[in-house]
């Protein structure tokens, strides 16, 4: 992680030098945590970052460390969004066919597979699969802005900034 002169935290793996940002020109597979402290790559946000949009997503970032906090509590709240999806979705396997006929009897059959089915290419799935993304890049960002400010414990943020229904 790199400090730029707006007080905010993140890659610099070669910035701009209008970036504000110190120049890095390697990590040796890790990134920056304050002064001194090397994280390796597969444990970093950039990392996470990279492994859940893409190689170019976490190549430069930058996060604003009075607002990261709330991101932690943001992203945990989108988790459990997700999740609540997932037991929503879970329960279209089990609806009630509108009426007896093949039509109906098939359609029900059909929105549950498609919702979910014992498989991994089901809505549910698909939306735990996310919420899992979403908790593993909040724990990130709460390890890694901890490692940066030298505390055990941060002070969060008690509710999430809202968007989601709840």
Known sequence: ???????????????????????????EGGSLLGP????????????ILAQTLGADAGQSFMIDVEHAPQSIVDLEAA???????????????????PGVDGVSLNAVKEIGKWAADSGTNNLAATLLAGAQQLRTLAAKLREDLQAYLQVDQLDLPSEASGGLDE
């Open 1 to 27: 992680m790199s400090v730029g002169s707006d007080g905010r935290i993140g890659e610099a793996l070669n910035p701009p030098a209008s970036a504000g940002a110190p120049e890095v020109t390697s990590l």
């Open 36 to 47: 001194s402290t090397l994280l390796p790559a597969s444990r970093d946000t950039g990392s």
């Open 79 to 97: 988790a459990n969004y997700l999740e609540q999806r997932a037991n929503v979705a879970r329960g279209l396997a089990n609806i009630s066919p």
